[in-house]
């Protein structure tokens, strides 16, 4: 049970390990693109290369999904990234119940941006868990944990990249386990936990008042999605990479010509750039064809 492609490494796992996989369920194809065509989900188009039978509700939550579901007779189901919510009578069906690949260390970031808040706030690992659904938003028991470092110049794309691999490793030892009945089950510290709200657009526009650390960060954290961006003379310039400096200045302020900007504290230097529709490009290149003169001020206030 997923949707986006961070769970389709999972799926092609547990395919090849053997398993029989009674049915995959995500969500359904949505308009998408100028056309507006339907367009199916990462999961969707794998299961149907695998030969594997879809099923895509609205929702799980009528009689007739219920009872469609609980009809598979399963001895588990695994969910990653589905984005719908199960309720009681689909969480009990399977035999062993359903399980959940979550990207976090749990009870650290529960909800819906896990990757992207680890990186915001400045978390030196983050990991998988193998969690054993219940009721509440990411609180059922641990089952299978394993960790993953967040480097200095790590993305989100590239964490989101490896904890999908993480993930469909560890959730076939899980299987494995739990249909030998060689996993316990440990409840989760709840007083511990800290909750990964979901991305708005809004977040991407650079607040030049924080620290230059933080801005780089969110810069990392929300790429590829929403992105980071200020506004300069009317176009939107995106910001895709950049590096703290101990420069100084009023924040917004652009100090220099490499471009450096003045933050709340320190200042940030600008190394990869995007005008909108356009290819992204080194802050050299840039700058042949957008000015960014010193001395004035990005800020949006």
Same mark, same amino acid.
């Given at each position: 049970?997923?949707?986006? +492609?961070?769970? #389709?490494?999972?799926?092609?796992?547990?395919?090849?390990?053997?398993?029989?996989?009674?049915?995959?369920?995500?969500?359904?194809?949505?308009?998408?693109?100028?056309?507006?065509?339907?367009? %199916?989900?990462?999961?969707? %188009?794998?299961?149907?290369?695998?030969?594997? @039978?879809?099923?895509?509700?609205?929702?799980?939550? =009528?009689?007739? *999904?219920?009872?469609?579901?609980?009809?598979?007779?399963?001895?588990?189901?695994?969910? @990653?990234?589905?984005?719908?919510?199960?309720?009681?009578?689909?969480? !009990?069906?399977?035999?062993?119940?359903?399980?959940?690949?979550? #990207?976090?260390?749990?009870?650290?970031?529960?909800?819906?941006?896990?990757?992207?808040?680890?990186? @915001?706030?400045? =978390?030196?690992?983050?990991?998988?868990?193998? @969690?054993?659904?219940?009721?509440?938003?990411?609180?059922?028991?641990?089952?299978?944990?394993?960790?993953?470092?967040?480097?200095?110049?790590?993305? *989100?794309?590239?964490?989101?990249?490896?904890?999908?691999?993480?993930?469909?490793?560890?959730?076939? %030892?899980? !299987?494995?386990?739990?249909?030998?009945?060689?996993?316990?089950?440990?409840?989760?510290?709840?007083?511990?936990?800290?909750?990964? %709200?979901?991305?708005?657009?809004?977040?991407?526009?650079?607040?030049?008042?924080?620290?230059?650390?933080?801005?780089?960060?969110?810069?990392?954290?929300?790429?590829?999605?929403?992105?980071?961006?200020?506004?300069?003379?009317?176009?939107?310039?995106?910001?895709?990479?950049?590096?703290?400096? +101990?420069?100084?200045?009023?924040?917004?302020?652009?100090?220099?010509?490499?471009?450096?900007?003045?933050?709340?504290?320190? *200042?940030?230097?600008?190394?990869?750039?995007?005008?909108?529709?356009?290819? *992204?490009?080194?802050? =050299?290149?840039?700058?042949?064809?957008?000015?960014?003169?010193?001395?004035?001020?990005?800020?949006?206030?």
């Amino acid at each position: 049970m997923g949707t986006p +492609d961070i769970a #389709v490494p999972a799926l092609n796992s547990l395919v090849d390990a053997g398993h029989e996989l009674l049915c995959v369920y995500t969500q359904p194809p949505r308009p998408a693109g100028r056309g507006h065509d339907l367009l %199916k989900s990462a999961v969707h %188009k794998t299961a149907e290369v695998r030969r594997l @039978m879809v099923r895509h509700p609205e929702n799980l939550r =009528d009689i007739y *999904a219920i009872d469609q579901f609980n009809a598979l007779d399963a001895d588990m189901a695994v969910v @990653m990234a589905y984005g719908l919510i199960l309720p009681t009578e689909v969480l !009990t069906g399977p035999k062993h119940g359903c399980i959940n690949i979550h #990207v976090s260390l749990l009870p650290r970031w529960r909800g819906a941006a896990p990757i992207q808040r680890a990186i @915001m706030a400045d =978390d030196s690992q983050t990991g998988v868990s193998i @969690m054993q659904m219940d009721e509440g938003v990411d609180t059922g028991p641990i089952l299978l944990q394993e960790s993953c470092p967040i480097r200095p110049k790590t993305t *989100a794309r590239q964490l989101h990249d490896e904890l999908a691999i993480l993930g469909s490793t560890l959730v076939v %030892k899980a !299987t494995t386990l739990i249909s030998e009945g060689q996993v316990t089950a440990i409840e989760q510290v709840h007083s511990a936990a800290t909750y990964a %709200k979901k991305l708005s657009r809004a977040e991407g526009l650079i607040d030049w008042s924080l620290s230059a650390s933080q801005i780089e960060r969110n810069i990392r954290a929300l790429n590829p999605w929403p992105g980071t961006w200020f506004e300069f003379c009317g176009e939107r310039v995106r910001v895709i990479q950049a590096s703290v400096s +101990d420069a100084r200045g009023d924040p917004g302020e652009i100090l220099d010509n490499i471009p450096t900007i003045a933050c709340g504290c320190e *200042a940030l230097e600008l190394e990869i750039l995007q005008r909108s529709g356009r290819k *992204a490009l080194p802050v =050299d290149d840039f700058l042949r064809g957008f000015a960014l003169p010193v001395g004035s001020s990005v800020r949006s206030d």
